[in-house]
């Protein structure tokens, strides 16, 4: 089969597509043929070897990082957090999917959807995928939306509540912002100049260009910050928020997330109901990983980049 193997860590060059033995699913694991996955900015983070920590903490905690990632190259070599396809074939023991069952899943740091095939377990985040959804569409909710959900449930977002999400244009970002309005908070988002129409259309109520003004400096006050890029300065977090007020960052490790097949078929619900959709950037093909990662790098992108297999 196809695999996009992280030869070393480094620029998109470094990732190569191989002709590698197919996997066979374990007793408690099904085979799925992917049909889509993601140029996720975590994939980019683990090639270039980028633990996202923050400067003075990736310094500190790389040689330690190197140790558990893989010294010169990612010990797991094939990338992808997030995928979905169908299922070829279920272990013994499987009892929640059937062959031919359309799924969206996230391999978390199991990583490996950058193949035509992977195992997974069936008590791994994986769901059936949606049925308004294509591959394309379904594949990054299995792990930007469910971060987005996450996040935004340990604030205890109430009804009427604002909330600001800053980075509201991104793959996270933009699953946030519906994720939020559908809680009943009114939703502030934080992004570029050409992205405040999109963002405005996910249901935002007001929208913030950061090129032209620092939402800290406005008088402004919000209940929930939640910082979708990890960008916000250390010492302007708490600035613009209301005294009890919350802010979270979906980089922070303390959170230890866990992401869950509930927690799929909840958003798989909100997605068959019209309430969360999939903003797509670009498409590539696996034999364009390259050009797409070297378009992630960029910084720029709006929502989600796929890969097709």
């Known amino acids: 089969m196809k695999a996009v193997i992280c030869t070393k ?3 998109p060059e470094v990732l190569q597509l191989k002709e590698i033995r197919k996997p066979v699913p374990e007793y408690h694991e099904v085979l799925v043929k992917v049909k889509a996955t993601t140029a996720h900015i975590g994939d980019t983070k683990i090639r270039r070897f980028e633990p996202g920590l923050g400067a003075v903490k990736d310094f500190f905690f790389k040689p330690v990082m190197r140790i558990l990632m893989g010294f010169r190259a990612p010990r797991k070599k094939i990338l992808g957090m997030e995928f979905a ?3 070829e074939s279920i272990g013994k023991y499987v009892t929640k999917f059937k062959p031919g069952d359309a799924v969206f899943a996230s ?3 199991r990583l490996g959807a950058y193949a035509e095939y992977l195992c997974i377990p069936e008590i791994a985040a994986i769901a059936i995928k949606p049925k308004n959804m294509s591959y394309e569409e379904a594949a990054p909710v299995s792990n930007a939306g469910l971060t987005a959900l996450i996040n935004l449930r340990k604030a205890g977002i109430r009804n009427g509540q604002r909330v600001l999400i800053y980075g509201a244009s991104g793959s996270v970002g933009t699953y946030a912002v519906q994720i939020a309005r559908n809680f009943g908070a009114e939703v502030t988002g934080v992004c570029s100049s050409s992205n405040i129409k999109m963002v405005s259309s996910l249901g935002a109520a007001i929208v ?3 090129t032209r003004e620092d ?3 406005r008088n402004d006050k919000y209940d929930v910050i939640f910082d979708a890029v990890g960008k916000i300065p250390r010492a302007k977090r ?5 005294s009890p007020g919350i802010y979270i960052s979906a980089f922070d490790l303390k959170g230890n997330i866990k992401l869950k097949a509930r927690d799929l078929d909840y958003l798989k619900e909100m997605c068959e109901n019209g309430n969360l959709r999939t903003v797509i950037d670009r498409i590539y093909s696996i034999e364009q990983i390259v050009e797409a990662h070297r378009y992630v790098d960029k910084g720029h992108k709006k929502g989600n980049v796929i890969i097709t297999l």
């Open 238 to 242: 708490k600035k613009a928020l209301n």
């Open 85 to 87: 396809g169908d299922i």
């Open 208 to 210: 913030l260009d950061y």
């Open 9 to 11: 860590y480094g620029p």
């Open 107 to 109: 391999t978390e740091f």
């Open 215 to 217: 939402f800290t400096e």
